[in-house]
């Protein structure tokens, strides 16, 4: 297990260049790895599986404790990645098929690296991972409706069939995950030390995969995907802190909000552009793996040399008594 445990330190360490080597190969080989790419649904299906074996009841139980906090890291994730994706896209004129994929993108739910991101961070890991979980199952209702609400006058879309695709890909497999960890717990704890490798290399997988599938059109839009896609990252990073800051949030709650509103659930959004929209559409998401993993590890590390002071509790305290105090790792 101490060599699975180096492994797995050495690929999530690493990822941001793992990911550039996978975005590299795609680029000047991409026929080594295009036919991966119908394999996306597997792999995301998968990972949700994984995040359901190493969820617990007190990760779902802390979702009552902190109320204030969950939603507006919720409300932030909902409204201002949609938006801002919407807005970049404006401001860019991107072409109808890159806007639908970046509006995508910004509909999504935040993606599991963020937990990570966190953890690096010291922030307060228990609220980035119920913020996750909350806005996983929002997705479920909030995607389509905000695809359809941004998008619609750009392409036909079913927004009950993309729900339904959405709670098959997402939600199914992170219940099958809850279901093996209450009734096949030894089998899980056998799992749980390749989780984080395994999530690492799907990631690789998922978005070099789909790069290579575009990318001819990717070299035809030059790299104004990478700049629309990073606008829209650190964008979201930007107001997601300042509204954690204006709503008074703690130190440790405003870097998990701002963490979760900036970082993207790119495989989901890839399988979703795969399945309903133009081929280009996949491409923001294909990028934004490295982009939201390089950014995010960075502002971690920012954060992870300066130590959170002690501060007055929160709202979240006045609403439930039983909060848990702020992460704060040393």
Partial sequence: MNAVGAIGNLITKYLPIWILIGLGIALWIPDSLAGGSPYSLYVVMG????MGITLTPKDI?????????????????????????????????????????????GCVASGSASNVMVYLAKGDLTLA??????????????????????????????????ALDIAKMVVAPIAVGLLMKTFLPRLCEHIIPFVGPASGIALVFICSANFAAGQSAFLASGFIIIAAVLMHNLGGFTLGYLISRFTRRTEGATRAVTLETGMQNGGVAIVLAQTYFDPIAVLPSAVSGAVHVFTGSTLARFWAARTIEEEAPTTDASVVTNDEPELTRD
């Fill in 47 to 50: 990972l949700m599986l994984l």
């Fill in 61 to 105: 139980t802390s979702i009552a404790k902190k109320p204030v906090s969950i939603l507006i890291g919720t409300a932030c994730h909902y409204t201002v990645m949609p938006l801002l994706a919407y807005g970049v896209a404006w401001l860019l004129n991107l072409g109808p098929e890159l806007t639908i994929g970046l509006v995508l993108l």
């Fill in 129 to 162: 991972v119920s913020l996750g979980l909350v806005s996983t199952f929002a997705s479920i209702l909030l995607t389509p409706l905000l695809v359809q609400f941004l998008i619609g006058e750009l392409v036909s879309i079913s927004a009950s069939s993309m």
